[in-house]
């Protein structure tokens, strides 16, 4: 079993930044990849960015050139910085691990990020 906790949303207006943090807890293989997924209201979740233990990244192109996802390995963190943020990146970001060798996935609480005009 893998716990994941979230911190860092809030409120910002548009043209801001905020830097999610997920802190990964439990069994915790060294084979895995990190990401963060986000839910708008009335809208499905969506990919936003992942990376694996690699350091190999990935974002959705909603975001690409503004936001940096990264991770270190030694605290089992997970970091999401968010720059040039605008009303349409508003929602709850998950974080999201996966473990490669039981192919199991893992989800945190979710933190809210609300960006105002």
């Known amino acids: 079993q893998v716990q994941l906790v979230e911190s860092g949303g809030g409120l910002v207006q548009a043209g801001g930044s905020l830097r999610l943090s997920c802190a990964a807890s439990?069994?915790?293989?060294?084979?895995?990849?990190m990401g963060w997924y986000r839910q708008a209201p009335g809208k499905q979740r969506e990919f936003v960015a992942v990376?694996?233990?690699?350091?190999?990244?990935n974002y959705a192109d909603s975001v690409k050139g503004r936001f940096t996802i990264s991770r270190d390995n030694a605290k089992n963190m997970a970091y999401l910085q968010m720059n040039s943020l605008k009303p349409e990146d508003t929602a709850v970001y998950y974080c999201?691990?996966?473990?490669?060798?039981?192919?199991?996935?893992?989800w945190g609480q979710g933190t809210q990020v609300t960006v105002s005009s």
């Open positions: 999201y691990f996966r473990d490669l060798v039981s192919l199991t996935n893992y």
């Open positions: 990376i694996n233990n690699g350091s190999g990244t």
């Open positions: 439990g069994t915790i293989f060294s084979t895995n990849v």
